[in-house]
């Protein structure tokens, strides 16, 4: 019951912009940096009216910040550091000015691995995971209750290969998602073509992970990211070298597979698909595909009660390698992050029929590569 009290506050802070109170609602964008200390990441005011941006504020001297997750009440955000380097990376701790936009350093401590990738945070907010990608891996940080990150205190590597050469010689923990009841942590491995599944414990004020198998995914299908539907009931595998989207019936900790769908308008030689999120409402679900013959957003709506989904259409994303994107906390606009044509592009979203429509405003960043959210009360 805890754990489901978490995840109903988790939908309400989502959707806080959606109420008829004064709010806030900022855009925060990681990039990637060329390796280079430079600003990587930015924030933004999004006026939910006009659907315009401004900049409020940048932070310097940052490396390869290329993933952001923001705490669930949006008073943290938290980064990868140092991604994609031939050294152990990172993960920084920000404190958010929600009167401002300006982020407030905190800390950083060592990933435990090179290139570290996604970021994911317990229900409470007090617990946070890392999933390193080169050097496969989980490390595990408390986070205090000022947003202060402790060194992490269980780090969990793997050794493992699947079928595609160069992409899946070893083990790539790609993401991390926790169950919609907090007892179990789900771990995408591209590298093994597994969903590594792991029991939750807490103990002595401790989170730790207790390994309890993994879902075995199709040969060559990679997958990268995972979301779970709002009803708690369904998840969802986005497939990055398979370009395929995975649907599955969660119980209990069990992920149960009802069907694949393809992810790309048309068959490609070579698939990159990157990210996916469900609409607020529970209607729709959203995937990118990143070339090389397609960049675009598929749209499906959701059976919510099957959990199967159908295909709506296709959307091109007005730039290259889509490889984030994020949904506003209403449900009304989609913001898509172009990393290799530097831009971030703005859609509205029709609720009614999942439809996107490209709307003018254009954002020019460098090599923007994760998109966050958060609408701030402001009475």
Excluded at 153 to 176: C, E, Y
Excluded at 241 to 269: E, F, H, M, W
Excluded at 295 to 307: A, E, H, K, L, Y
Aim: hydrophobic share 35%.
């Amino acid at each position: 019951m805890k754990h489901k009290l978490f995840f109903f506050c988790l939908i309400l802070a989502s959707q806080l912009g959606c109420v008829n109170s004064p709010t806030k609602t900022y855009l925060f964008i990681g990039s990637f940096t060329e390796g280079k200390p430079k600003k990587g990441i930015h924030v933004y005011e999004f006026n939910t009216n006009t659907a315009t941006l401004k900049p409020l504020y940048a932070v310097a001297k940052t490396v390869n910040p290329s993933f952001l997750r923001l705490s669930h009440d949006g008073s943290f955000l938290y980064s990868v550091m140092e991604s994609q380097l031939p050294t152990n990376g990172k993960v920084a701790a920000f404190a958010v000015d929600s009167l401002s936009g300006n982020l407030k350093f905190l800390n950083i401590q060592d990933s435990g691995g090179r290139n570290p990738a996604h970021l994911s945070i317990t229900g409470m907010g007090n617990y946070l995971v890392n999933s390193n990608y080169t050097d496969a891996g989980i490390s595990i940080f408390k986070a205090d209750k000022d947003g202060v990150l402790q060194k992490q205190h269980q780090l969990i590597t793997f050794k493992d290969s699947s079928i595609i050469k160069g992409r899946q010689d070893a083990a790539h923990i790609h993401s991390t998602n926790f169950s919609p009841d907090g007892d179990f942590l789900f771990a995408q491995d591209l590298g093994a073509d597994k969903i590594r599944a792991f029991q939750v414990q807490l103990n002595s004020q401790r989170l730790t992970l207790v390994d309890s198998g993994f879902i075995p995914i199709k040969p060559g299908s990679g997958p990268r990211h995972f979301t779970f539907h709002p009803n708690g009931k369904f998840g969802y595998a986005i497939a990055e070298l398979s370009g395929s989207i995975i649907a599955y019936k969660y119980s209990k900790g069990n992920l149960r597979y009802v069907q694949d769908y393809p992810s790309y308008r048309t068959k490609q030689d070579r698939y990159r698909a990157a990210d996916i999120h469900i609409s607020p409402d529970g209607l729709f679900l959203y995937a990118s595909n990143r070339g090389p013959k397609e960049d675009s957003i598929v749209i499906f709506s959701i059976d919510v009660q099957t959990g199967q989904l159908n295909l709506v259409g296709h959307e091109p994303t007005y730039g290259e390698h889509p490889r984030n994107f994020c949904i506003s906390p209403c449900g009304n606009f989609l913001l898509v992050a172009n990393q290799f044509t530097n831009n971030v592009v703005v859609f509205q979203r029709n609720k009614k029929t999942g439809i996107l429509t490209k709307l003018p405003q254009e954002l020019n960043v460098e090599n923007p590569s994760s998109l966050q959210m958060f609408s701030y009360r402001i009475d």
